[in-house]
């Protein structure tokens, strides 16, 4: 809002890898009716653990296994993945104990993680040198000949909760087809444009605005932002991103400064 100086509320996506939400629990996928001040929670991704805290920003395996247990449960070693031959299976099953036990495993709703989920899920990338390097690899490899994209669902009870299960048993059932992975990754940058697109339309529907700002770190993925831009352009939506402001942490003090201040962004 400060880059592109526009004031009022607008529905703002934030999709980031660490937020620290106001409920205690790591944000990173949310949907918020926003203006200068203040916001409220409209939508986010439904909460899974991040199992080992920090461990799992550094691991995207970790990742992998939260969101096939929170899918498959404990069935979820029955998969026929190359993740559960190629991570030991002890590692493994201490991770799902925690998960079980409710062991250093705080919530998230990072959209971050769920990429960083999807690369490990496909084989891309178990550990990582840096935030976003299992997502910028997924980016990179998906086939841009492929625009089919996987089922999606919510819960509309206390605010959208999009929930993975469709997604991530989409993932797995192409894994287990031999499917490549560039298509898979397409498909994921699919089912993400059109989720997105979709919870806005019934964010618009509920409260009548037209406008949408798209900030935070994973919209520094090229598909996904011209793609999502795309989506809400032809939806009739105002769209506002980053052309000079760092859309990741880099932004983060401007953004802070405007809301401290109560600034007018005239």
Not at 28 to 56: C, K, M, Q, S
Not at 131 to 147: C, I, K
Request: aromatic share 8%.
């Amino acid at each position: 809002m400060a880059e592109n100086r526009i004031q009022g509320k607008l529905i703002g996506l934030a999709f980031d890898g660490t937020g620290y939400g106001a409920d205690g629990a790591i944000w990173g996928g949310e949907f918020l009716i926003a203006d200068e001040t203040d916001f409220d929670r409209a939508g986010h991704l439904a909460y899974v653990p991040l199992p080992g805290g920090a461990a799992a920003i550094r691991e995207p395996w970790r990742m992998a296994a939260s969101y096939l247990y929170t899918v498959f449960g404990e069935k979820m070693m029955d998969l026929d993945l190359p993740l559960l031959r190629e991570i030991d299976t002890k590692k493994l099953m201490f991770v799902q104990d925690m998960m079980v036990k409710g062991v250093n495993c705080p919530r998230t709703s990072s959209m971050g993680r769920l990429f960083d989920a999807v690369a490990a899920i496909i084989g891309i990338r178990y550990t990582v040198a840096y935030e976003g390097q299992a997502a910028l690899e997924l980016e990179m490899l998906a086939d841009d000949g492929e625009w089919e994209g996987y089922p999606f669902e919510w819960l509309s009870e206390d605010g959208y909760q999009i929930l993975p299960h469709s997604i991530i048993q989409g993932v797995v059932r192409d894994m287990e087809n031999r499917v490549s992975p560039g298509v898979i990754s397409a498909r994921f940058h699919r089912t993400v444009i059109d989720m997105a697109a979709a919870l806005c339309r019934a964010i618009r529907q509920d409260s009548g605005l037209t406008r949408v700002g798209l900030s935070g770190g994973v919209f520094q993925n090229a598909m996904l932002l011209k793609g999502l831009i795309r989506e809400l352009s032809v939806d009739r939506f105002e769209v506002f991103s980053h052309s000079l402001v760092p859309a990741n942490d880099g932004g983060i003090s401007l953004g802070q400064a405007v809301c401290a201040a109560g600034v007018k962004l005239m």
